[in-house]
């Protein structure tokens, strides 16, 4: 039991790193898939998608995930040959590393769906050929290093000393320099050993705009025991003045090795003084144990060569630890029901000081008690709040993926398309961003298959021969708004209203009534559709009735307005948690429900005299607007008879554009509620978010409002009658 | 949770039979059921579907879904669905007894409540005395029926593949 659980729990890591990988992989190929349209994608980026697969297939063979340590290794063969020059860039090539990255999440959906890290489910069902196969690449390991490019051997020009330290992929960076005529310097800067890693960071920030970094290393002589010397190998690309600039106030120590066009003559040792203050640690900060470390780091610096790149590896891997810590979303869903049943006793509490300050004898007790009760209320909320942030990822962890597909998409249908993206970094819960991925993906397939039109035709129309898709995230009060815009060709009303029509969905006569809005709302019913045929990439049987769905199923609601020849927009509102939500407790018919606060807009008293009627429609003046009637008892399917009852009361629910008032008993307060799924097995009803736990042993459903609402203007059904009456 | 009974035998059972959707079996080979009644039937489960047995707890209902679910109910925090066996398997309701228990077991991934009108003992058996899907008229509970076995001279037990009875009124 142990031992499988055990297994689990390594599955889980292995999954949640891999996944880690694929994004940032993602992301880098995405950038250097933009750079390699206007030129030379940055030497750093590719290296790093070249380590990237490095540790993927590491990380897969520790596991023992051999379709995945396979693909890993054919991938990064790949990009050695890439990052070391042998092969450039192609569209071939890109959508082949594109392709990749998705068979990786097939194969770690496989392991995740089956639960078994060994699955074997998998099969690469590409053309792709291993390098082993592949002419043009793999075979010869040593192809090219010499014979492309050997007019300029770097030994000629570079000490052994320096050339001795570089990685291949370093050697090839510096000849590439070299070949453009780059001017090479060397670098020597101090660090002091408290602040070397942000230091560094600073230094290099400031190098790059004006040339390539080939290599950084901790020097071997030093005379400063909390010092690091370093030495940066540095290409420059702008002129020797720039680099003065970018080095102002640093001491540097620069020697040059292959002079550029401008270097002054004396630079051949070169000082850029540092400020006498800035930059050298005062005495005062240092300590023993520093120094200790300080001669221990450098000791092996001094003696051997080898040691020196295992010395720059560790100043990486030490950054990279500290930055995060990965937690399984499962651990803060335990913490925040945690909270919940703090929650719980709180109100409990608050209900026992109060009984106690009606006790005369009781009553300084019973202030003292309210008042440790308050102070443990706030404490309990920000603990809640802290637990929610923690589940906060910014939305860019969906919309990198989201720019991969499109990419992928816009190649297979042949159409140039810019995927515009903002808002990237607006924050919402782990578990909505998983759940949004498929409907949001669906609506830019949608856009790009039948929004955009083809170049020829928007040549003809007069808008610029690539699509513009704007996918757009930001927050507004408790909710994300994500936005899907395109503009292409716009929606064809009118063969909406025919396919509405033909499937059945309303008379022709009712057809002419709608209005525009709802007339796009119809594209949500299954089966309508403005397309004729269906595509390899859209209408493979999921539509946007799905995507309503999904939507709905996350308590969002999603709206579309369109032009004609202009374009379409798409907006999605969902709540920014779903983990804990303020609600109101209600009573209808003896039962106790929760409702989301944020679906309300306000509570009013309402009884049988106030209700107006409107083709039979129970309805209510509010502020001299009409609003339609939900009576909860017979929405739930048990109603009754005669006028509504007096003193009951009335919220009005607004969801999207839409209002509606819910009548129900009695309101018997609000709070904060832990909101629990409900099972697979109570998927017919729509009407609910889940349960939640009040604290009297006995759930208490959290109505899904905007289920309701959608509910109650579809259905024929008349839940403002009483049953009897209606036929 | 001090409501709960664990059913004893479950470690000792031999796993490697958990394929069957008939019984389990011990370590002497035999068959073992969980009985339990209905109105004035008893019928037994395979004792590996059933993970917890509890007193029943209260329960919320559920607006408009089907009649045989009673509603939701909490287990440790998690929210079950809690099924009227006997309107799930085609009896009339009747009163609530005293002695009625939940069953809980594992379908597709989700947790559910059975309710029953009691729980009467693990039943063992023979495998040679487990009479095969007795022929019975023809109909949709009948089907579900595997298998008879009678523990004693006046016992008589209703052997049912519960799994397949959940999953039908599932979908």
Not at chain 1, 311 to 320: A, D, G, H, N, V
Request: charged letters at 25%; a negative charge.
């Amino acid at each position: 039991m142990s031992k499988n659980s055990q297994g689990n729990k390594a599955m889980k890591e292995f999954l949640a790193e891999a996944q880690e990988f694929v994004e940032s992989l993602s992301r880098n190929l995405i950038e250097i898939d933009k750079a390699v349209k206007t030129g030379e994608p940055d030497p750093d980026m590719v290296n790093e998608v070249f380590r990237g697969w490095h540790t993927l297939k590491g990380l897969s063979s520790t596991f023992g995930v051999e379709p995945l340590s396979l693909l890993a290794h054919n991938e990064e063969s790949l990009l050695d040959d890439i990052r070391l020059g042998r092969k450039v860039f192609t569209p071939h090539i890109l959508d082949s590393l594109f392709e990749s990255i998705e068979e990786v999440t097939k194969i770690l959906d496989i392991i995740n769906e089956s639960g078994d890290i060994k699955a074997t489910g998998y099969r690469d069902n590409r053309t792709k050929t291993t390098p082993e196969q592949s002419p043009d690449s793999g075979g010869a390991p040593d192809y090219g290093k010499d014979d492309a490019e050997s007019f300029i051997d770097p030994k000629s020009l570079i000490d052994a000393e320096v050339l001795e330290v570089l990685t291949e992929f370093e050697e090839h960076r510096l000849r590439i320099n070299l070949q453009q005529g780059q001017a090479i310097y060397k670098m020597r800067i101090g660090f002091s050993l408290m602040s070397i890693d942000q230091e560094l960071e600073d230094i290099k920030g400031r190098l790059r705009p004006i040339g390539e970094i080939i290599t950084y290393l901790p020097s071997s002589e030093s005379n400063d025991p909390d010092m690091l010397d370093i030495d940066i190998l540095l290409a420059l690309h702008q002129s020797w003045e720039d680099l003065e600039a970018a080095l102002e106030g640093v001491g540097a120590g620069i020697s040059t090795l292959v002079p550029g066009r401008d270097t002054p003559k004396a630079a051949s040792d070169t000082m850029i003084p540092a400020p006498p203050t800035a930059e050298q640690p005062s005495d005062s900060s240092m300590t023993g144990i520093d120094s200790a470390v300080a001669s221990e780091i450098e000791s092996p610096v001094i003696s051997e060569r080898g040691l020196v790149k295992k010395q720059k590896e560790q100043l990486l891997s030490l950054r990279s630890v500290s930055q995060s810590v990965r937690v399984d979303i499962g651990k803060l869903d335990h913490l925040m029901n945690v909270v919940g049943e703090l929650n719980i006793i709180r109100n409990a509490i608050t209900k026992i000081s109060e009984e106690m300050r009606s006790l005369s004898e009781q009553r300084e007790l019973a202030i003292e008690l309210h008042r440790v009760s308050r102070g443990f209320d706030r404490r309990l909320a920000e603990m809640q709040e802290g637990i929610l942030e923690v589940r906060m990822v910014p939305v860019s962890q969906m919309f990198d993926r989201l720019s991969r597909m499109t990419r992928k998409m816009s190649r297979g249908v042949g159409k140039e398309i810019n995927l515009v993206i903002s808002g990237a970094d607006t924050e919402v819960d782990k578990l909505i961003i998983e759940e949004l991925s498929d409907p949001v993906m669906h609506i830019i397939r949608n856009a790009i298959d039948h929004g955009i039109e083809d170049a020829a035709e928007r040549r003809a129309v007069g808008k610029p021969e690539f699509g513009t898709v704007a996918l757009t995230a930001y927050q507004k009060g408790n909710h994300i708004l994500i936005e899907v815009e395109d503009d292409g060709a716009g929606i064809d009303g009118e063969k909406i209203l025919e396919a509405a029509v033909d499937n059945g969905y309303l008379s022709k006569e009712a057809a002419a009534s709608l209005s525009e809005r709802e007339v796009l709302n119809l594209i949500f019913l299954p089966g309508v559709t403005t397309t004729v045929k269906a595509n390899e990439l859209s209408g493979r049987g999921v539509g946007m009735d799905v995507v309503k769905t999904n939507i709905s199923a996350l308590s969002g609601v999603v709206e579309v307005q369109s032009e004609l020849g202009i374009g379409t927009k798409f907006t999605i509102t969902m709540p920014v948690t779903l983990a804990i939500i303020p609600a109101l407790l209600v009573s209808v018919d003896e039962n106790t429900f929760a409702v989301p606060l944020n679906t309300v807009a306000e509570a009013l008293t309402i009884s049988g005299a106030d209700v107006n009627k409107v083709m039979g429609l129970e309805t209510f003046t509010l502020r001299g607007q009409t609003l339609p009637l939900c009576r909860m008892d017979g929405f739930f399917g048990r109603p009754r008879h005669g006028a509504i009852p007096k003193s009951s009361r009335l919220l009005v629910a607004s969801l999207g554009q839409r209002r509606l008032g819910l009548v129900i008993d009695e309101l018997l307060g609000q709070q904060d509620v832990v909101i629990k799924p409900l099972g697979y097995s109570l998927d017919e009803t729509r009407f609910f978010a889940g349960a939640t736990d009040l604290g009297d042993q006995k759930l208490s459903l959290v109505i899904d409002t905007a289920a309701v609402i959608e509910e109650f203007f579809a259905s024929n059904e008349d839940f403002t009658q009483p049953a009897a009456q209606a036929e | 949770m001090s409501n709960s009974i664990v059913i004893p035998d479950m470690a000792k059972l031999n796993t490697g039979n958990r394929n069957s959707v008939i019984a389990g079996k011990d370590d002497d080979m035999k068959l073992v059921f969980l009985g339990f009644v209905l109105g004035d039937e008893e019928f037994g489960v395979d004792l590996h579907l059933v993970k917890q047995i509890v007193m029943p707890p209260p329960v919320t209902w559920v607006p408009r879904v089907q009649p045989h679910i009673l509603g939701v109910i909490s287990i440790r925090g998690n929210v079950v669905t809690l099924i009227d066996t006997r309107l799930l398997m085609g009896f009339d309701v009747s009163d609530r007894r005293n002695s009625a228990r939940v069953l809980l077991v594992d379908v597709r991934d989700e947790r559910i409540g059975l309710l029953v009108d009691a729980i009467t003992q693990v039943r063992r058996v023979p495998v040679q005395a487990f009479e095969e899907s007795p022929d019975l008229d023809e109909g949709s509970m009948t089907d579900h029926v595997v298998g008879i076995i009678r523990p004693d001279k006046q016992t008589q037990v209703t052997i049912i593949d519960l799994k397949e009875i959940l999953l039908e009124a599932m979908r």
